[in-house]
């Protein structure tokens, strides 16, 4: 029962993105919210892609500073009672949001 509600925490956020749209040219912000789980604790790092067309190059990708939030225990202490999961992820989700606003 823990491998499976991590892997469905895990599909769950791995399909979070923002794209953020300047309205001075046509360059999109994109940022990618990653959950790094450990069985200690898990902490979120993100990464922001600078859109500038067809393709992606690495320069266009910028590793935002690490949360240095990180939750415990680790998320698979969870599996008992599934509904945590949103009150564990909470504080994460908002560091994120402060550092891509």
Do not use: W
């Not at 749209?21 to 600078?50: C, H, M, P, W």
Request: some cysteine; hydrophobic content about 40%; charged content about 20%.
């Amino acid at each position: 029962m823990k491998a499976l509600v991590e892997q469905v925490v895990l599909v769950l956020i791995c399909s979070v993105h923002v794209t953020l749209t300047s309205k001075q040219d046509a360059d999109q912000t994109e940022y990618a919210i990653l959950f790094d789980v450990e069985s200690s604790g898990t902490r979120v790092e993100i990464n922001k892609f600078l859109v500038r067309g067809l393709s992606l190059q690495p320069i266009d990708v910028i590793q935002q500073s690490p949360s240095p939030q990180k939750v415990v225990p680790g998320i698979s202490d969870l599996a008992a009672d599934p509904s945590q999961v949103e009150a564990y992820l909470t504080p994460l989700l908002e560091s994120a949001k402060k550092t891509i606003q």
